[in-house]
Each structure stands twice: as structure tokens, then as C-alpha cells.
């Protein structure tokens, strides 16, 4: 029985010469398809997110090239994404998956999934609240890990504080702090409660009776910076000790870092305030730098090296390079007390050893006076600003500023 030649990609080999080997007597020959267009191929598995090259724009004069084979184009396709650094194009897509990994997931959890679980009769409305909490705070976790990996686990990334430049090597170990005797390092961010965290470690080695002792905070003695130390000391240390970090909201920290340096302290004034006025302000030359604006400070920050910043308002991915540093716990302004007291059980640090509570004379930023002060800020200004922290947004899963109309409106 004469057989017909397939039709679609083996058609070819058939018209070469090609025999198809004979079917088993059991199997009965089934007819052709018509012949036509091939079938669409079988959708591909779903694998890892890859870097897109970035399009080149093609010239005036340069004819249009057909179309390559698909195994060709997957070939110049994996040559391309080799071949290719990072890009910011590859840093915007982890960046934004980030983001909206939390909001899909609260969307899934809220709509999708099924209706949280009523407390039993025995448990007060407080546990349900509390439940839901703890859900939520693990959903923020889960997300601020997985979007460290994405973007850590990147070719180029850093993976020790060794392959750092010398600049940034030097910034991330003046902010170590170091117990031997508890075996921990901890990344200190000014305006993230770190004057708390360093009374705590004094009062761990023995330097300071108590968390609740009054003075002024001395922000250097008694304590043990990694950066002191020898590298192969170092190297041991960011190997076996436990690693812990607290962040907080980017623009709440920087609107607490600008009420309290230029409303409060005079040596922030004189160093940076007066300089700021006079570059940002007509006629500012007679300023004793007590006045700046919230708007004049932002300016400052955008013109402002970022590898030059002053600590106080350097972005913490550059203070603490979670990169370079692969640290053990991640805890949040918004839950200090919770965050810190797991800690402090980790280390096992003794039961009279408490987090200290908030100075009475320390003036909060709530939310009402963040969007207060966003909402009276150019809003070209604070797009302009945004990138340069848009890692902290991003990596410790903050959402960015609503200062729409209707949202200052309220």
C-alpha cells in the first residue's frame, strides 16, 4: 500500500530520501492530515524569568532581514542573554515584580482563597486580628526574600564584601557592629532605632549598666566596628556569626532624619544647612541654615553622590549591601518591639536585657505627617528622588508614596 508523505516539519525529510520506518502489524495506518499550514507548536514549559536584551533602533537604510528558524532564534537568543550585563532594564522588572508579588499575593489571600478562619468560641476578636497579622507579616517576609535572591542571585552582584569597590567595602564594615561574646553582627541605619541597638550591645559587653540610662549617646566607644578588624577576622565572622538588619519606610526615614538634623541639631545646621539654602534659595546667603525647607533638602539629596551621602540618609541598601552580606533576619521600624525581642531570644541574650522604650522627648513620624509633608513636595521632585531609593522600596517591600490629587485631597 502506497503511503502519502506527512505533512509539516518531517515533510522535508520525507522528499529528501528519507524512509519512515514501517508500522507494527497491530496499528492500524492513520490518514494523513490535509495538507497546510503546520500546527501551532506546543506551548513552552514555564521556567525563569530571563533578562530581556535591550532594543537597538534599526537604521534608515538597513533592509528588512527575514525572519530566523526557531532553533536559531532560541540559540541568538541564549548568546544575547549571556553576552549581557545587568541592565536597568533587568533591575526594573525584579524590581517591580517585588512590588507586585505582595500585591497579587494580599489579593490572592483576600479574594481568591478561602475565607480566613472564625476564631473559636473561646478566643476573643484580638487572636483573629492577631492571626491575620501574622499572616500578613509572613506574606512580607516571604516577599522581601525572595526579591533579595532575584536580584542577589544576578550575575554581577556582589557575593562577599571582598568583590565590593574599596568605597563601599568600607561603608558596610564601619556599620557592623560586632559581639564576640554573642556571636551576632549587627548593620546599624540611622533613624532605624540604632541608638536603641547600641545601648543593647553596651549593656551585652558589659559597658553600660542598663538600657535605660540616661545621657547623651555616645556613638562610637565601647563598641566593636568589623571594619576594625583583620580581613581573615572579618571573613570568619560574616561566615559564622548571626547577621540581623532593621529598615524602616525610605521617605519616612528621610523626613525623620531632615525634622531632627535641621530642627534640632545645630551642627547639621551649620555643615549642611547653610550650604543647602544658599545653593537651592535666591537671597540665602544670610540663612544660619535653621530654615531649610522639606523640598530644599530633597533637591540637596538628588544632586547628592549617593556613595558621598551622609549616613543618615544614605540608602540602606548601600549602608548594609544585603548583597554582599547575607543576613540572617530582616526586622522593620513598624514592628520594632516584636522584631527586636526575636532577636534578642536568638542570641539568647539575658531575660533583664530588654529593647528600651521611646525617649519621651522623641517626636514620631506618623503617617498623617508624612503625607503632609509629601503632598506639599513637587511632585516632579519626588519622582526625580524615587530611583535613588528605590532599592529600599523595593528589596524591603515598601510601597511608594500615593500623592495623587485625589490621595492629598484627604
Excluded at 517585588?98 to 478562619?117: H, T
Excluded at 541597638?197 to 555616645?218: F, Q, T, Y
Excluded at 547639621?268 to 541654615?289: D, F, L, M
Amino acid at each position: 500500500r502506497t503511503r502519502r508523505p506527512p505533512a509539516g516539519p518531517r515533510a522535508g525529510r520525507a522528499q529528501r530520501g528519507a524512509v519512515p520506518p514501517p508500522l507494527p502489524r497491530r496499528h492500524r495506518a492513520r490518514p494523513a492530515p490535509p495538507a497546510g499550514p503546520d500546527p501551532p507548536a506546543a506551548p513552552a514549559r514555564p521556567g525563569p524569568a530571563r533578562a530581556l536584551p535591550a532594543m537597538q533602533p534599526r537604521g534608515p537604510a538597513e533592509p528588512r532581514r527575514a525572519l530566523p528558524s526557531g532553533r536559531s532564534r532560541a540559540r541568538s537568543r541564549g548568546a544575547a542573554g549571556a553576552a549581557l550585563l545587568p541592565s536597568m532594564l533587568m533591575f526594573g522588572v525584579i524590581l517591580a515584580s517585588s512590588g507586585l508579588l505582595l500585591m497579587i499575593e494580599r489579593g490572592i489571600l483576600a479574594q481568591v482563597g478561602p475565607p480566613p478562619p472564625q476564631p473559636p468560641a473561646g478566643l476573643s476578636r484580638r487572636a483573629g486580628r492577631d492571626s491575620a497579622a501574622e499572616l500578613e507579616l509572613e506574606v512580607l517576609r516571604d516577599t522581601r526574600n525572595r526579591t533579595i535572591r532575584a536580584l542577589c542571585g544576578q550575575r554581577s552582584m556582589p557575593r562577599s564584601v571582598w568583590e565590593l569597590p574599596p568605597g563601599q567595602r568600607r561603608t558596610v564594615l564601619r556599620h557592623l557592629l560586632v559581639s564576640d561574646k554573642y556571636r551576632f553582627l549587627y548593620c546599624y541605619v540611622p533613624k532605624v532605632a540604632c541608638s536603641n541597638w547600641k545601648r543593647i550591645l553596651k549593656v551585652l559587653d558589659g559597658a553600660l549598666e542598663s538600657v535605660d540610662a540616661r545621657g547623651k549617646m555616645d556613638h562610637k566607644s565601647d563598641l566593636v566596628f568589623l571594619g576594625d578588624m583583620k580581613p581573615e577576622e572579618i571573613s570568619y565572622r560574616l561566615k559564622h556569626y548571626y547577621k540581623f538588619i532593621f529598615v524602616r519606610n525610605p521617605m519616612e526615614r528621610l523626613l525623620s532624619a531632615y525634622r531632627n538634623k535641621f530642627g534640632e541639631i545645630k551642627e547639621y545646621q551649620q555643615r549642611y544647612g547653610v550650604e543647602i539654602v544658599r545653593r537651592y534659595r535666591k537671597n540665602g546667603g544670610n540663612s544660619a541654615g535653621d530654615d531649610v525647607s522639606f523640598s530644599e533638602f530633597l533637591q540637596y539629596l538628588l544632586d547628592e553622590d549617593v556613595e558621598r551621602m551622609n549616613e543618615h540618609w544614605m540608602p540602606i541598601y548601600n549602608l548594609c549591601q544585603p548583597c554582599a552580606v547575607r543576613y540572617d533576619f530582616i526586622g522593620s521600624y513598624e514592628r520594632l518591639h516584636a522584631d527586636a525581642s526575636h532577636v534578642l531570644e536568638h542570641i539568647q541574650s539575658p531575660s533583664f536585657v530588654r529593647f528600651p522604650e521611646r525617649q519621651a522627648w522623641y517626636k514620631p513620624v506618623t503617617a498623617e505627617t508624612l503625607h503632609y509633608y509629601l503632598c506639599n513636595t513637587q511632585r516632579r521632585l519626588l519622582r526625580e528622588l524615587l530611583p535613588k531609593y528605590i532599592l529600599d522600596f523595593s528589596l524591603f517591600a515598601y510601597p511608594l508614596p500615593n500623592i495623587t490629587s485625589e490621595s492629598c485631597r484627604h
